[in-house]
């Protein structure tokens, strides 16, 4: 029996919502969730299954009604018809309560296929671009289903099989109400975890064999590039690796490599002292051999005799090796000061136990073996299935560099949400094969500083780098600029990560879940919802030979967005071709949106509680923002910060924090960022510095006190023709069309009386398509 083996919740159903046959089970989960179960045996299973581990919820109001050996049921979302026989197309039919504009009937028939949205995938390892996705528990029609049937079961501490004969299936029917398919997969599968919020910054891995001192002058040089980094990962050079040929390879391995690293508890503390957390890559599948250090105390707890130099097989269902396995290996290696452990690829998907998969086995005992040193636990480890949410961080696997690959990571990662699992690691940049493509690797570094976990890596090869100095200047101060912003965001990832753990909501999330009723929503893959506030449409294909600019079709929901980086605002309710040049992307915020960032544009910042705050605001509409900080403990001490702001009034109110407030920096500072705008404001009837910028007007607010601060904002004026003539002259000036051309467009719009004069203009100058197309963008952005 193993404690690493339990899983929290009660995996027996309220009697109360169940209702049975001879032969059949159903019970009513939530008003949106059936289990029907069918056993040959008449024996139903009320063991947990590594999806099911709560099963225990409040009995939802249901209408039962048994006629002439048939059951219909009905709650508040579905009605149930099922003839008590074995499950059939004809004897089975679920039919969603409400409408759901679909143009499809919205029933389900067993064994009929399900038209679901998708979930994720084990791995994206050796991909190029896309891979086909496993289920997930929204669909279209508004009914989903999960078929736990084979998975293996948690039966006081151990892994066991399913006996043979039976049918366990989950049938969702939430309609076209998505985030409440999602939160009820929660509630039957347990909560997201919250992540330790270092995690939240910048990883620093690549497959390489460093020393310890190669290693500290890496991370001393992007000290020197000011780009900050929270967590060291360490490939599998770290230990021994070049083995005598009769042990066969040196892909496992859990000794030291002495040679590159001379004294590992100097070098880990050393690591912890510049503020970073360390996780070293492990393939377990070879077992233990007799070179390894640990092998002597390892052979003697399975009963082998050391001097034979028999290796200890690796076998994840033996709970006697996973009790060694922890405390022989792995236990020693933290204590000199790692502090979690990165499982890669090698066991496969079987087990010497039928039916068992070692992936999830092992992800279940590290990640609740990471909490027995009283912190927020964690490990790193590919999907291994419905319920794999439970035990994040996820490693996507080894992907080519190709921009076929950016271009399905967005996608893969918002529809992953489908199936709970929110906090997908990539390999950004790309693994391997490809070719060197400086605009390429930008790219997918500004998608990893806005996905949920930003891992830079690369593969064993003198030519495949991902350190910034390493590029040219362009792409190198981009680089810089971007990773610097990945840690500004930190304030809000985090508050967005106690979100998820709070209220089961991921914090990617694909733009159909908002407005499922929108077609428009289902047609953008790779654009997708950032937490509360942001849009983001990643440009994942290359810049256009003419036009010199990268370009997304994006779909802007009803309302206003601001883009973060150039303070241009664009009506919505429409789809519409965005272009940027390689220093940005289009990330959008919402009209009354607040976005929190620490420090200042201009210096590295770690991921503590930062000592000054800027808040971003697009106006347009009212906000609030909840900014939510902890001491980081596993029973958090949690301070909440609410700022306002009152769109009509013009005045933004950052109030005193609530809660447990002696977490937070004794003394804190505050500015305001307000987007697309000239402005000016005044505290206590004293004007504020203010500076203009090239996406709005930056103002400091001061200190805050215990009181909190308010300010009024004064002369707020919208961006006016003159910018956008401006910007325009950037786009002409970039563009690779005749001179002349550029200039009869540019004095075209100069002349203009406004957007649609100057739009009308532009189409009888027969420009290039693009470069028109660009232009267009900025004169029409509000129209």
């Known amino acids: 029996m193993s404690a690493r083996l339990a899983v929290a919740g009660d995996p027996v159903a309220d009697p109360a919502a169940v209702v049975t046959g001879d032969r059949w089970r159903v019970t009513v989960l939530t008003p949106g969730l059936l289990r029907l179960e069918w056993s040959e045996s008449g024996r139903f299973e009320d063991r947990a299954s590594v999806f ?189 690796v070049d083995v005598d040929p009769r042990f066969g390879t040196g892909w496992t391995g859990y000794t030291w490599n002495r040679k590159l690293f001379p004294d590992p508890p100097a070098f880990l503390a050393e ?134 690959s950016l271009a399905f990571q967005p996608y893969f990662t918002s529809t992953a949400s489908n199936i709970g699992y929110g906090w997908w690691s990539h390999d950004i940049g790309g693994h391997w094969y490809g070719s060197r493509d400086d605009d390429l690797t930008v790219r997918w570094v500004q998608l990893g500083v806005f996905s949920p976990v930003m891992r830079l890596h ?136 607040l976005l929190p960032l620490a420090g200042t544009a201009d210096a590295a910042v770690g991921t503590g509680l930062p000592e000054h705050v800027e808040v971003v605001l697009a106006p347009g509409a009212d906000g609030r923002f909840d900014l939510v900080e902890d001491d980081g403990s596993t029973e958090p001490r949690t301070a909440v910060t609410t700022i306002t702001w009152d769109d009509e009034g013009g005045t933004l109110v950052v109030a005193g924090p609530s809660g447990d407030t002696d977490v937070l920096p004794a003394r804190r500072s505050w500015s305001l960022l307000v987007l697309g705008c000239d402005a000016g404001a005044r505290r206590d009837g004293e004007a504020l510095p203010a500076e203009a910028t090239g996406a709005g007007t930056r103002i400091e607010l001061g200190v805050t006190t215990g009181d909190g601060l308010t300010v009024q904002v004064a002369d707020l004026r919208q961006f006016g023709w003159d910018r956008t003539v401006e910007q325009v002259r950037a786009v002409l000036d970039r563009a690779r069309i005749e001179y002349n051309t550029k200039r009869a467009a540019f004095e075209l719009v100069q002349a203009a009386e406004g957007a649609a004069q100057a739009a009308a203009g532009l189409r009888g100058l027969e420009l290039d398509r693009e470069v028109e197309g660009a232009v267009l963008e900025l004169l029409l952005a509000r129209w």
């Open 52 to 240: 099911a581990v709560n099963r225990r919820l409040p009995v939802p109001e249901v209408e039962v009604r048994r006629h002439d050996g048939r059951l219909e049921l009905t709650t508040e979302c579905l009605h149930l018809d099922y003839d008590g026989q074995p499950f059939s197309p004809s004897g089975l039919l679920v039919t969603v309560v409400g409408p759901v504009d679909h143009p499809h009937t919205q029933q389900w028939r067993f064994g009929e296929p399900v038209d679901d949205l998708g979930g994720t995938a084990r791995t994206l390892d050796d991909v190029d671009g896309a891979v086909p996705l496993g289920p997930g528990v929204v669909s279209r029609t508004g009914i989903a289903v999960l078929d736990d049937s084979t998975s293996f079961l948690l039966e006081d501490g151990r892994a066991v099989p399913r006996p043979e004969g039976s049918l366990d299936l989950y049938v969702f029917v939430r309609g076209h109400d998505y985030r409440a398919a999602v939160r009820d997969l929660y509630a039957v599968s347990g909560p997201i975890p919250m992540l330790p919020r270092w995690a939240l910054g910048n990883w620093w891995s690549r497959y390489h064999p460093y020393s310890a001192q190669e290693y500290l002058d890496l991370l001393d040089t992007f000290d020197t590039e000011q780009v900050p980094l929270s967590v060291a990962v360490l490939d599998m050079d770290w230990h021994l």
């Open 271 to 404: 690591l912890h002292r510049r503020g970073l957390a360390v996780t070293l890559n492990v393939h377990p599948a070879d077992g233990v051999r007799a070179f390894e250090d640990a092998y002597p105390d390892m052979a003697r707890a399975m009963g082998i005799d050391p001097d034979t130099e028999q290796t200890v097989a690796f076998d994840p269902t033996d709970p006697r090796f996973m009790d060694a396995y922890f405390e022989v290996l792995h236990h020693p290696l933290e204590d000199e000061g790692v502090d979690f452990w990165w499982l890669d690829w090698q066991q496969g998907s079987f087990s010497r136990t039928a039916g068992v998969d070692p992936l999830w086995v092992l992800n279940l005992e590290h990640f609740n073996d990471s909490a027995r040193r009283g912190r927020l636990p964690i490990t790193f480890s590919r999907y291994a299935g419905p319920g794999s949410h439970r035990y994040p961080v996820g490693f996507s696997g080894d992907t080519h560099i190709t921009w076929d």
């Open 458 to 593: 690369s593969t064993l090869h003198p030519f495949i780098r991902k350190e910034p100095w390493t590029f040219p200047a362009q792409a190198r101060d981009t680089i810089d600029a971007f990773l610097r912003l990945r840690h500004r965001l930190v304030p809000y990832l985090h508050t967005m990560n106690a979100r998820a753990a709070r209220d089961g909501a991921p914090l990617v999330e694909p733009m159909y879940w908002e407005d499922p009723q929108a077609p428009e929503a289902y047609a953008v893959p790779t654009q997708f919802r950032f937490g509360t506030e942001l849009v983001v449409a990643p440009v994942t294909g290359p810049q256009q030979d003419v036009l010199g600019l990268g370009s997304t079709l994006a779909w802007l929901p009803e309302g206003e967005w601001t883009d973060l980086f150039t303070g241009a605002a664009y009506r919505g309710g429409r789809q519409v071709r965005l272009h940027r040049p390689l220093e940005t992307l289009p990330v959008l915020l919402r009209a009354g949106g």
